[in-house]
T-cell receptor
Framework: EAEVAQSPRYKITEKSQAVAFWCDPI?????LYWYRQILGQGPELLVQ????????DSQLPKDRFSAERLKGVDSTLKIQPAELGDSAMYLC??????????????FGPGTRLTVL | SQQGEEDPQALSIQEGENATMNCSYK?????LQWYRQNSGRGLVHLIL?????REKHSGRLRVTLDTSKKSSSLLITASRAADTASYFC????????????FGQGTTLQVKP
């Protein structure tokens, strides 16, 4: 069964350093999402791509976070510089769109970020 | 910002018992979905109920939706130890753009 791939699974960094996360969605899924999940809370959308275009980045802290999906397939989320409050699980999800209707979201295993 | 509130925050039951989790939301929706998350892992989609549906079943899962009260419930019947996980409701707004807003989740522990 096809899955969303993410790497790394775990990342420990010091504050002020740069970190990057990678996501490879399920083949054929045009929509890709990055979520941040703080321990004990539900995921919160950071950015949504439709192919290579950003359709929603209203909750992305743009002073330090950036996301790209250059060829409309895999995606990278970057934080520079990392802050203590960025410690969280970063989840990638993808979904298939049929006739303008976006289907179920499929999640990857996540990257657990710890900022020291 | 999170739309949903889930109740209870934590639930502990014995294997074989039923588990009921509730979700309330604030704005009008296109559909409501339930997801499961095992500790330290990604989320797995369980079931989707559309705004014009009132009840839906999938195996041991039963979901109800009351749009007048802006609330939903997830019932897991004959629970198993493997059902131990966090359960989240997520709502999609009327525009159906795909953005999901998740609740805080209910942590379910099923004791063998």
């Amino acid at each position: 069964e096809a899955e969303v791939a993410q790497s790394p699974r775990y990342k420990i960094t010091e504050k002020s350093q740069a970190v990057a996360f990678w996501c490879d969605p399920i083949s054929g899924h045009a929509t890709l999402y990055w979520y941040r999940q703080i321990l004990g809370q539900g995921p919160e959308l950071l950015v949504q791509f439709q192919d290579e275009s950003v359709v929603d980045d209203s909750q992305l802290p743009k002073d330090r976070f950036s996301a790209e999906r250059l060829k409309g397939v895999d995606s990278t989320l970057k934080i520079q510089p990392a802050e203590l409050g960025d410690s969280a699980m970063y989840l990638c999800a993808s979904s298939f769109q049929v006739a303008g209707v976006i289907d179920t979201q499929y999640f990857g295993p996540g990257t657990r970020l710890t900022v020291l | 910002s999170q739309q949903g509130e889930e109740d209870p925050q934590a639930l502990s039951i014995q294997e074989g018992e039923n588990a009921t989790m509730n979700c309330s939301y604030k704005t009008s929706i296109n559909n409501l979905q339930w997801y499961r998350q095992n500790s330290g892992r990604g989320l797995v989609h369980l079931i989707l109920i559309r705004s014009n549906e009132r009840e839906k079943h999938s195996g041991r899962l039963r979901v109800t939706l009351d749009t007048s009260k802006k609330s939903s419930s997830l019932l897991i019947t004959a629970s198993r130890a493997a059902d131990t996980a966090s359960y989240f409701c997520a709502t999609r707004g009327s525009s159906n753009t795909g953005k999901l807003i998740f609740g805080q989740g209910t942590t379910l522990q099923v004791k063998p």
